[in-house]
């Protein structure tokens, strides 16, 4: 039988093939194809080296995917795996950039490089009030002479090396203090944002919020406007929120902030997906952002903004 003709038995009659294999019914194969037992064995040999290859091929390839790192300061902890993440509108945020950033790495030539660490993607969550310092984030960049794309923003810190096989290490930042600046911004209430956005103590929001009271609801004079009194963005979230002081005004401010963050979810994942897609293709060299209008043309930023938090 000629190499054709056993490649065209294979590819027709390989599923009763395999049926057969598995029952080792060898003499049913051997009537049926009407083969030569040593013919049947080579056929044989080329199903189990063909099923081999395939898994060794799937293996090398599980190497792209970078593994996960998820640092949560809102409820603490730092788990390794995208099902461990307790919140769900977190949990749903990270798998959806990490699938993205997956897909670039399997477009970008299928299999990942394993030296230098391999892929690595570090999600942090941090709250708008937190009475502690902010978690110190590693590291994560590889030495001066990298030659790849490095990103810089108030979102993501990220390299992207696409030669000879592609990598990306990256720190991925859920700060809900930057999504509030994003949105003063957006809406118009406070300059060009150029500073990384900082926690704030319970104790100063609380203060915020006792001057906003005063001069809102009980219009007690102040020496000076509430626009010089408290950062921007939080005033325009206490005048976004629901005005009322039937409970701590405070509280309703937090239960706005906890919409804002909820609304604004799948229109941050598009901009992360941005600017990850942004360094991917930029070849080699530094990419700097700092403010939220710069990313016109990069994200959905229509997508992003969120006007109505009550």
């Known amino acids: 039988m000629a190499l054709s003709d056993l490649l ?53 390839c599980d190497g792209n995917i970078p593994s996960i790192q998820v640092i949560d300061e809102i409820r603490g902890g730092v788990v390794t795996s995208i ?16 699938s993205s950033v997956n897909r670039l790495l399997q477009e970008g030539g299928g299999c990942a490089a394993k030296d230098d660490g391999g ?7 941090t709250p708008l009030v937190q009475n502690r310092p902010a978690v110190a984030l590693p590291n994560i960049f590889n030495g001066p002479n990298f030659k790849g794309c490095r990103l ?11 030669s000879p096989r592609p990598k990306v290490r990256g720190v991925i930042r859920w700060d809900q203090h930057q999504l509030l600046i994003d949105q003063a911004v957006m809406a118009g209430v406070m300059p060009k944002a150029n500073e990384k956005a900082n926690v704030i103590s319970g104790d100063d929001f609380r203060r915020y919020a006792k001057l906003y009271v005063d001069a809102e ?26 005005q009322s002081t039937r409970g701590p005004f405070s509280s309703s401010a937090m239960r706005a902030m906890d919409n804002l963050v909820s609304r604004s979810t799948e229109g941050y994942a598009d901009l992360l997906i941005g600017l990850v897609e942004r360094c991917s293709s930029f070849g080699q060299g530094d990419v700097r ?12 930023l229509d997508k992003y903004r969120v006007d109505v938090l009550r």
């Open 8 to 60: 065209e038995v294979v590819f027709m009659r390989h599923t009763l093939f395999v049926d057969c294999v598995m029952s080792n019914s060898f003499e049913r194969v051997i009537k049926m194809w009407r083969f030569h037992p040593a013919r049947v064995f080579l056929l044989f040999c080329c199903f189990v080296l063909s099923c081999a290859g395939g898994v060794a091929n799937a293996a090398i």
């Open 83 to 98: 099902e461990e993440v307790s919140d769900p509108g977190f949990r749903h945020f990270v798998s959806i950039v990490s």
């Open 119 to 125: 892929s690595i993607l570090i999600f942090v969550r």
């Open 152 to 162: 810089y923003s108030p979102w993501v810190s990220l390299e992207f090396y696409n």
């Open 217 to 242: 609801f009980h219009r007690k004079p102040n020496a000076l406007p509430l626009s010089l009194l408290m950062p921007p963005e939080i005033l325009w979230l206490f005048r976004s929120s629901w």
């Open 289 to 300: 952002y700092k403010s939220i209008v710069e990313l016109k043309g990069i994200a959905p």
